[in-house]
């Protein structure tokens, strides 16, 4: 059970867009910033978004992030059979004294 | 541009400890940043292990923290895990990062290394 909670599964069709919630509480997501990664199978995370909505230098404007009290969303628009991949959120956690990482969420494009 | 790379055994028994090197190219690690571990079983979600600061000062996942050492060399600008009694619940994919304390996020990664606790 992850202290982030992700929904396990998401799909929209090319060209559409498509949010991705990562819910926490105070202790983390509440007070602290949030990073988002996405990982091809047999691959490594690669970070998207830092500090909330930083994007990565290189990462297209396709891909945003925001955090609203203890949430964040991941936002894709105009979606592309590339975008397939796992989504991670990660943040601090003030009371449990470590980094967290949300449970995972596969986006499909169908 | 900054490259990060794991070395050691794919294959660890029981009860042992599993020790994995992380190389950094493209960045002299003695110039400051942090530099951590992640893991992830087969099929699973991501774990976060623990990080070390350039100058030797480390930080620890509390579930782990009886068991993880991470060490830093700057003379080979590399940093290292070990883990110690381990079991088959520690098989996993490690991944070496350099992470941004302030602000919570591993930028750079390593490719990744399977390691399988197995008799």
């Known amino acids: 059970q992850s202290v982030l909670t992700q929904p396990p599964s998401v799909s929209a069709a090319p060209g559409q867009k498509v949010t991705i919630s990562c819910s926490g509480s105070?202790?983390?997501?509440?007070?602290?910033?949030v990073s988002w990664y996405q990982q091809f199978p047999g691959t490594a995370p690669k970070l998207l978004i830092y500090e909330n909505n930083k994007r990565l230098s290189g990462i297209p404007d396709r891909f945003s992030g925001s955090k609203s009290g203890t949430s964040a969303t991941l936002g894709i628009t105009g979606l592309q059979t590339g975008d397939e991949a796992d989504y991670y959120c990660?943040?601090?956690?003030?009371?449990?004294?470590?980094?967290?990482f949300g449970g995972g969420t596969k986006l499909t494009v169908l | 541009q900054l490259q990060l790379q794991e070395s050691g055994p794919g294959l660890v028994k029981p009860s042992e400890t599993l020790s994995l090197t992380c190389g950094v190219s493209g960045y002299s690690i003695s110039r400051g940043y942090t530099w951590g571990w992640i893991r992830q079983p087969p099929g699973k979600g991501l774990e976060w292990i623990g990080y070390?600061?350039?100058?030797?000062?480390?930080y620890y996942n509390p579930s782990l923290k009886s068991r993880v050492t991470i060490l830093v060399d700057t003379s080979k600008n590399q940093f290292s895990l070990n883990l110690s009694s381990v079991t088959a619940a520690d098989t996993a994919v490690y991944y070496c990062?350099?992470?941004?304390?302030?602000?919570?996020?591993?930028?750079?990664w390593g490719q990744g290394t399977l390691v399988t606790v197995s008799s």
């Open positions: 070390i600061y350039h100058s030797g000062s480390t």
């Open positions: 990062a350099r992470y941004s304390s302030g602000s919570y996020f591993f930028d750079y």
């Open positions: 990660g943040t601090w956690d003030n009371s449990l004294n470590t980094g967290v």
């Open positions: 105070s202790s983390n997501i509440g007070n602290n910033y």
